[in-house]
């Protein structure tokens, strides 16, 4: 059975830090990885996908590796900003849809002006 | 484009009561999933459904039904509410084909359920 896990379970940073946010799965056959953030009281919203032929994925600040052989998949923010401040989900879909998108407990990240 | 919508937004019901969450999206996916969020814990999925007339069992079903009878709509019903029903509840939507989770899922914003 597919089991993610996310380290740190919160991370707090002053303003303008680069972080990395962890994510490592215990089944590497998956079709795609998905990180989301969520902010308090609301619904996910999607950041980066990651095809599992892909190594990474870039969007803005926010950058996304995945290592499917290792099981493992990181989360780079550059110049971190008070804005960036929400928990931040990794989820993994298995290949064949014979295993459903499988989620982290996630990680609250801070970012202290 | 609304994206994905959700009623209630919250909502108390007593130990044995019934309700139905509602679900829409707007944006013609054939895939849609019901998912719980315990505090502190991931996302599960209860049910899912990749087109009008079709559900299937996630992770966590039991308590709870659904249908899909258009490509809109995706109630999720709970039946006999339990406390270990007190949740947040979220509903999503992607395309979908054969490799049906290699697309990006939208959620809509959740219904904090509390049973008492």
């Known amino acids: 059975k597919q089991e993610v896990t996310q380290i740190p379970a919160a991370l707090s940073v002053p303003e303008g830090e680069n972080l990395v946010l962890n994510c490592s799965f215990t089944?590497?056959?998956?079709?795609?990885l998905q990180w989301f953030r969520q902010d308090p009281g609301k619904g996910l919203t999607s950041l980066l996908l990651?095809?599992?032929?892909?190594r990474e994925q870039t969007s803005g600040r926010l950058n996304a590796s995945l290592d499917k052989s290792s099981g493992r998949s990181t989360l780079y923010i550059a110049a971190s900003q008070p804005g960036d401040s929400a928990t931040y989900l990794c989820a993994v879909a298995g290949e064949g849809g014979s295993e459903k998108l499988v989620f982290g407990k996630g990680t609250k990240l801070t970012v202290n002006p | 484009n609304a994206g994905v919508t959700q009623t209630p937004k919250f909502r108390i019901l007593k130990i044995g009561q019934s309700m139905t969450l509602q679900c829409t999206q707007d944006m013609n996916h054939n895939y849609m999933y019901w998912y719980r969020q315990d505090p502190g814990m991931g996302l599960k999925l209860i049910y899912y459904?990749?087109?009008?007339?079709?559900?299937d069992k996630g992770e966590v079903p039991n308590g709870y039904n659904v249908s899909r009878s258009t490509t809109e709509d995706f109630p999720l019903r709970l039946e006999l509410a339990a406390p270990s029903q007190t949740s947040v509840y979220f509903c999503?939507?992607?395309f979908g084909t054969g490799a049906s989770w290699a697309y990006e899922q939208y959620f809509g914003p959740g219904t904090r359920l509390t049973v008492t």
């Open positions: 089944d590497s056959a998956i079709y795609n």
């Open positions: 999503a939507s992607s």
């Open positions: 459904s990749v087109g009008a007339g079709i559900t």
């Open positions: 990651i095809q599992s032929s892909q």
